[in-house]
């Protein structure tokens, strides 16, 4: 069983930044993906950014450019840093961890709550 602990979260204004990290423990295997997903009340989880073993990332069209995710391996952290943030960035970020072995299972945090104040 995998444990995710997300941490970085608060209230910030427009414009100014905020860094996330994830730490990840329990994990027999390596972790393959690790991610960033945001929710906000009333609507679907939001694939924010990801990261692969390999170092690849993709983002969602909205943060391209402001958003940039990273990884420890060695640590098993994920960290998102977020510059330029607009009230639209407010929600609550998940961090999460896809291990495959013989199977593929998918871990998330707790979340952590983001305020952006216009």
């Known amino acids: 069983q995998v444990q995710l602990v997300e941490s970085g979260g608060g209230l910030v204004q427009a414009g100014n930044s905020m860094r996330l990290s994830c730490a990840a423990s329990?994990?027999?295997?390596?972790?393959?993906?690790m991610g960033w997903y945001r929710q906000t009340p009333g609507n679907e989880r939001e694939l924010v950014a990801t990261i692969n073993n390999g170092g690849r990332t993709s983002y969602v069209d909205s943060v391209k450019g402001r958003f940039t995710i990273s990884r420890d391996s060695a640590k098993d952290m994920a960290y998102l840093q977020m510059n330029s943030l607009k009230p639209e960035d407010t929600a609550v970020y998940y961090c999460?961890?896809?291990?495959?072995?013989?199977?593929?299972?998918?871990?998330w945090g707790q979340g952590t709550q983001v305020t952006v104040s216009s």
């Open positions: 999460n961890a896809v291990v495959v072995s013989l199977a593929v299972r998918s871990y």
């Open positions: 329990g994990s027999r295997f390596p972790i393959n993906n």
